[in-house]
Structure formats: structure tokens, C-alpha cells
């Protein structure tokens, strides 16, 4: 017996469960909108340097022939007949207005020193407006995001370890409170260096609310739908790509975009206020009597009162007292290199993982290169997320995980290397590749959510998964580093976002099919697989496989609090 028998006597899964999958559900969106709002509160318009003696710089932008003129007489023109972004002439070049004159090689040009003059038709202001993130100060864009996204990496750490100190409903809580305080600071951030500060803390507190909301969803569900939980999470953060651009079309000011995503935390703190704590986190934590008013009050919920009423302590124990004597043997981080096969096993799928988040993210953060509204490729770029996931959920279930993999590594890898070739006057098509592999992506990262759990036994299969995820995360950490390197070697940027899923593809080959194998108990168990021959893996005996659906088979939790 176990929690997921427990919760068969109160009634199962009922409103409570609903509930809490929809706050769920939001969690993953407004996750998805802080992943990716830079994409609209750092976004870059057009521009150039404010000419010599400027007054009203804005009033250049509305046209006229006469701000054409002197536009032309005081900005050369780069390759494509655009003014340059950098560059100013020393002096008004008059001559150059004359219908036969040619802008000559040798005149005198100069930084922007003056500052630099906004198109503010498609963003009304962003940081990088306010702040001159441009020319020299470009790379202070892409820092940005690194420092979101190391905020992220080190609030999965420091939150997990309060989550497990202090319980899941109350790190949520706190985190949620946290986020839509410091959202508030943010919004009102006077200088760049207060709003990188408080982005890092944006990053941490988000990453603790992520982590807590989904682990208490998880705990408090039944084993045979923990699947659908993760669906829902995986589907919210899609949701969550989609519904952002229509809302920064609608907040077009950076600050209000910035604190309207923010405060809407609130919501989440809100909800955590109906929540129950973790059963699991309360029995571990000797806090039976509380677990069993838990339990009572989820079945006064769900409308089974009766039900709740007959259960005890003793009862409690008598169900998760399995699932106790299992969490007294808890696995050690140098367990996933104890022995060959495991140590193997771990480097591959870290590798796999990292390449899935840095080339997600190296994709996902750098849309403005096409050219087009950035509204609508975002949108584009989200919904090919769903046709990847399911992909790869047919994939997996007829070609097995091993096949799927490699192809949703090696495919985004070969698209992006190809769009190194693709003339820039081809933008559709550049688009179209990038596209296909950040979908193709999308679904490597559903398969790995799946395969990794069935590659590592009992035994050491949740710190596994930790590490995965810990991997994923780097990834995410490193891409907009790319970006900041890219200023000063341009094609250093599809060169490494292509090769290194070109590489996790290969060491796809290192890892054993699990495609209708149950799952392994011991780390002994694992390494008696790997040294199976492949040719008598394919043909494993046919009462050990399941057979194939669509849909991944249930499996024990696997969030981590690394």
C-alpha cells in the first residue's frame, strides 16, 4: 500500500485536485512569461545616433522630406540603404543630398556621442531605450537574461532546501509574496545596475515557486496520474509562450509589462491560501496528526466528509509506512558515478539535457533577427512546440526512446548549422529552420522527461532525475552568454547552438533501449542491462514488455529540489 491507496479511501482524485491543477496550470504560464519577456521589455527598435545639435530626437522618426534630408546628410547608410546604427558623420554632409553625388568611403564618422534616436512604433519604450543598450552597451542585453536565469539556477537550490526544511505550502507561499514584492521594485528599478539586482532575485524566487507548486501538485496525486500532471505542466509552459506576446502587445511600456506579470503572482499566493500541505512532507516530518487533518480536509472537499472522518493516525501510517522505509535510504550525488554503466548513463543524459536547454533557449530568446513582428513569431514559435511533443510521444511509444532521441537532437542541431548558409536576404526560410528545431527541441525535452526515469533504477532514479534538470538549467544559464560572445565573433552563435545537439545526438548511441522494459530496482540491475548484447536487447523476452501507447506509462515522482 502506499499514499495513492490513501487517497482511494477519501474518495481520490475531486475538486480539490482540480483546483489545484488549475493554479498549476497558471504557474507554468506566468513561468513561461518570465522566461521569455525579454523578449519584449529588452527589445531592440530601430535606431540611430542623434545628429549634432539635435533637438526633439523623436520627431525624426515622423517622417517628411525634410528629417529625411538631414537624416541622409548626417547618418551613413549601411550595406542595405539603412542608416547606420553606430555611426555619425563629424559634420552635416550636405553634398550627399544632390541626386548624383555618392556617399564617398573617406568620410569622417564618429561614435554616437550624443546619444541615439528610437523607433518607438513597435515597442513604446524598453530597456534598452531607456538605458542606451545599444552599439558599445549591447552586451548588457543578453547579461540580463544570464542573470535571470543564474537567479534560477541558484533559487532551485536554496528553495529546495527550504522546501524540504519548511514545507512546500510554505515556501510557496513566501516565494509567491516575495515575487510580487520585489515585481513591484522592479517596475520602479532607477538605473540598469538596480534592475540587474533585482532581476537575479526575480529569477531565484520564481524558480521556488515553480519548484513548490509542482512538487506539492505531485505529492498530492494519485501515481496512476502523475502523467497528466506533467503534461499539464509541460502544455502550460507552451500556454504560457502563446499568451505572452498578446499581452505585451497590449502593455507596450516596459515597466507596466514588467509589474503586470509580476503581480500576478498574486494570484498564486491566493490560491496557496486553500491549499493543503504536502501529506508526504508532513508524515516524514512527524507531523501525523496535521497530515490527517490534511487528508480530512481534502475530503470534505472532494464532498466525501464521511470518509475523512474515519481516518487516524494509525490508519495513515498504515498506508505510507512503505513509501517511509523507502525515503530512510536516500541516494547520494556520487551514486550516479559509482559504477561504469550508471556513470556512463549520467554523463549522456546531462549532456542531453544541457543541449536541450541551451539550444532551446539560444532559439527561443534571439527572434528579432527575422525581421518580422515579434508578436507573431513568438506566437509561431510556440505553437510548433505542441506538434514536437507529440511526435514525440507516437515516436516513443513505435520507434522506441533511443531512436527519438537521436532525431530530435541531430534534426534542430543540421537546421540550425544549415541556416549558417542561408542568405540574409531569406529570412522566411531562416525562420522556418529555426522553428522546426526549436519544435523539434521542444519534444526532445518530453521524451527526456520520460526515458531518463527509465534508465536509472529505484534506487538512485529521483537524483538522476535532479540531475537532468540540474543540466537543463546550465543550458538555459549559458545561451544568452553566447549572445554577449557573438558581438565579437558572430558565428560563434548558430556554430554552437548546432553542434552541441549534434553531440548529445551521438552519445545517444551510449544508452539502452527501454521501450516496453519495466523498470529496474537496483544500480546491479542497470549495469546486467548495459551488458546485454543490443541484438539480444531488441528481441527481450515478451512477457517483460508492455505494449505501446501514445501516452507515457505513470512513473514514480521525479522533481527534484536541486
Known amino acids: 500500500m502506499g499514499f495513492s491507496e490513501l487517497l482511494d479511501t477519501i474518495g481520490g482524485v475531486g475538486c480539490y485536485h482540480v483546483m489545484q491543477g488549475v493554479m498549476t496550470f497558471i504557474c507554468g504560464i506566468l513561468l513561461a512569461f518570465q522566461n521569455f519577456l525579454q523578449n519584449f521589455v529588452a527589445g531592440v527598435p530601430e535606431h ?58 573617406k568620410l569622417d564618422t564618429e561614435d554616437c556621442l550624443d546619444g541615439w534616436v528610437y523607433d518607438k512604433s513597435i515597442f513604446l519604450s524598453s530597456i534598452v531605450i531607456e538605458w542606451d543598450l545599444v552599439c558599445g552597451r549591447k552586451p548588457l542585453k543578453p547579461l540580463i537574461q544570464t542573470i535571470f536565469m543564474g537567479g534560477q539556477q541558484v533559487g532551485s537550490v536554496f528553495f529546495g532546501i527550504l522546501s524540504d526544511r519548511f514545507g512546500r505550502r510554505t515556501v510557496l507561499r513566501w516565494s509567491s509574496l516575495l515575487a510580487t514584492i520585489i515585481g513591484t521594485c522592479v517596475a520602479f528599478a532607477p538605473t540598469f545596475n538596480s534592475y540587474a539586482v533585482l532581476i537575479f532575485f526575480i529569477g531565484a524566487v520564481i524558480a521556488g515557486i515553480n519548484l513548490s507548486c509542482a512538487c506539492l501538485t505531485l505529492e498530492w496525486a494519485p501515481l496512476k496520474n502523475r502523467m497528466i500532471v506533467h503534461n499539464g505542466i509541460t502544455f502550460s509552459f507552451s500556454a504560457g509562450q502563446i499568451l505572452l506576446p498578446g499581452w505585451a502587445y497590449l502593455v507596450r511600456e516596459w515597466r507596466w509589462l514588467q509589474f503586470s506579470t509580476l503581480i500576478s503572482f498574486g494570484i498564486i499566493l491566493f490560491g496557496s491560501l486553500f491549499l493543503q500541505e504536502s501529506v508526504c512532507w508532513l508524515a516524514t516530518h512527524n507531523k501525523l ?274
Not at 544500480?523 to 548495459?530: A, K, L, V
Request: aromatic content about 12%.
Open 48 to 105: 540611430y545616433c542623434q545628429f549634432l545639435n539635435q533637438t526633439g530626437a523623436e520627431s525624426l522618426y515622423l517622417g517628411g522630406d525634410r528629417s529625411g534630408d538631414l537624416l541622409k546628410a548626417s547618418i551613413p547608410m549601411d550595406k542595405g540603404g539603412k542608416p547606420e546604427r553606430c555611426l555619425r558623420f563629424t559634420e552635416p554632409q550636405w553634398h550627399l543630398l544632390n541626386a548624383n553625388s555618392t556617399e564617398e568611403l
Open 289 to 562: 496528526p496535521l497530515a490527517v487533518k490534511s487528508l480530512q480536509k481534502v475530503a470534505w472537499i472532494n464532498g466525501h466528509k464521511e470518509k475523512g472522518r474515519k481516518l487516524t493516525p494509525e490508519v495513515v501510517m498504515s498506508y505510507i509506512q512503505e513509501d517511509l522505509e523507502a525515503m530512510k535510504t536516500s541516494p547520494f550525488l556520487t551514486d550516479l558515478f559509482r559504477t561504469p554503466g550508471i556513470r556512463l548513463t549520467t554523463f549522456c543524459i546531462m549532456l542531453e539535457w544541457f543541449a536541450c536547454g541551451f539550444s532551446f533557449y539560444g532559439l527561443g530568446l534571439d527572434l528579432q533577427k527575422f525581421g518580422f513582428s515579434i508578436y507573431w513569431v513568438q506566437v509561431i514559435f510556440a505553437l510548433v512546440d505542441f506538434p514536437g511533443k507529440l511526435l514525440a510521444s507516437i515516436s516513443m511509444s513505435y520507434l522506441g526512446r533511443r531512436v527519438t532521441l537521436f532525431f530530435l537532437t541531430f534534426f534542430p542541431g543540421l537546421m540550425i548549422i544549415i541556416n549558417i548558409f542561408i542568405p540574409q536576404d531569406m529570412p522566411v526560410f531562416q525562420m522556418i529552420l529555426s522553428m522546426l528545431g526549436k519544435g523539434a527541441l521542444g519534444g526532445a525535452m518530453s521524451c527526456l522527461y520520460l526515458y531518463t526515469p527509465e534508465l536509472y533504477p529505484t534506487e538512485i532514479r529521483q537524483i538522476g532525475m535532479s540531475a537532468g534538470i540540474f543540466s537543463i538549467r546550465f543550458g538555459s544559464l549559458l545561451a544568452p552568454v553566447v549572445f554577449i560572445i557573438s558581438n565579437y565573433v558572430s558565428i560563434l552563435k548558430p556554430l554552437l547552438f548546432g553542434i552541441v545537439p549534434i553531440l548529445s545526438a551521438i552519445s545517444v548511441y551510449f544508452l539502452t533501449e527501454t521501450r516496453g522494459l519495466p523498470f529496474l530496482e537496483t544500480i546491479q540491475e542497470t549495469e546486467n542491462r548495459m551488458k546485454i548484447p543490443r541484438f539480444l536487447r531488441k528481441n527481450a523476452r515478451k512477457d517483460e514488455q508492455i505494449t505501446p501507447s501514445l501516452l507515457p506509462p505513470a512513473m514514480a515522482e521525479t522533481e527534484s529540489t536541486v
